[in-house]
């Protein structure tokens, strides 16, 4: 507390550290975005994302420069065309390096300055955000989420609860379990375990439901194994928050193609994915809205 005679504390210098750090990770997160547009063209594509290590023009394989390769503003710079071939250059690839920017900037922010989340935490939102984009790349194109993705996603969750037990245990509202066992680590494994199969699950009972009442395939396999990647990293909790918020995020997308009277089938992944990055920059306090939930059960439960 301050008291009367202290002097009025000057704009914290932190605020300016926190900017800094800001545009730093966005800057970063532009790279590693440029890395995302790698792996959502050559994924599918069964291509090998290391290589060529250099990228090329998908239209004319002509390898780019490394000065028409700068993440948001090359792009602008060539005009939106191949320096080589003429052929246009996707809007894809700017969308991607700047919302991965602009996610791993939000998280640090949100997460790292605001809920005081740790840097092991941090590392794993941004790295399973980064997993999401792809994801929902791909998804975007070939209506396929690869299993490369979401398998190795899974396991990758169950490994993260493993080592980062304070992904899933402990005393804040996103946190699903306290304490099962004597070792945080075996608790991190059970909840990121429940939080696959619970999530997983969720998904999986609404994509039978949607399929009763709609008759055709609103969500697919894909996104059930997709949801139980972020609840093996996440708990159940997050995939809960992340499937409310998502057909509100979809209906953006869908409500145009729907007006337009086009037929069209749609890709529910990203949606999913667009509400998993939304409830982990704002987990905390999307997550405590549950907490009822979670009363009730365990009045259920004994
Ligand atoms: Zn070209």
Known sequence: MLREEDPPLPIAPSAWLTIAMMALLFLFGCAVGSHLNVCIWRL???????????SICPHCRHPIRWYDNIPLVSFFVLGRRCRD??????????????????????????????AGTDVG?????????????????????????PDEISVFGIIGGLLAG???PQLHVGVES??????????????????SAI?????????????????????QEAL?????????????FFGWKVVLVAFFFSPF???LYGLPLLLGKDEHIMPYGPFLAMGTAFALVFRTELCSFLEPLEQLARLLTG
């Open 121 to 145: 935490q941090i590392a794993v939102m941004m790295v399973v955000v980064s997993v999401l984009i792809v994801a929902s790349g791909i998804d975007l194109e070939f209506l396929i989420i």
């Open 85 to 114: 071939c003429g052929a246009p250059i996707s809007w894809r690839y700017p969308v991607v390096e700047g919302l991965t920017g602009a996610l791993f900037a939000l998280i640090y922010l949100r997460q790292g300055v605001q």
């Open 195 to 215: 939080g696959a199969l619970g999530g997983g699950g969720l998904i999986f009972v609404l994509a039978i439901v949607g399929y009763l009442i709609f008759r």
């Open 249 to 251: 995020l979809g209906m």
């Open 220 to 232: 697919g396999f894909g996104d059930v194994k997709l949801m139980a990647m972020v609840g093996a």
């Open 162 to 164: 493993l080592l980062l």
């Open 174 to 191: 996103y946190h699903t379990y306290e304490g099962l066992t004597r070792s945080a680590n075996l608790d991190g494994l059970i909840a």
């Open 44 to 54: 599918p594509r069964g291509l090998s994302t290391g290589d060529p290590a250099r």
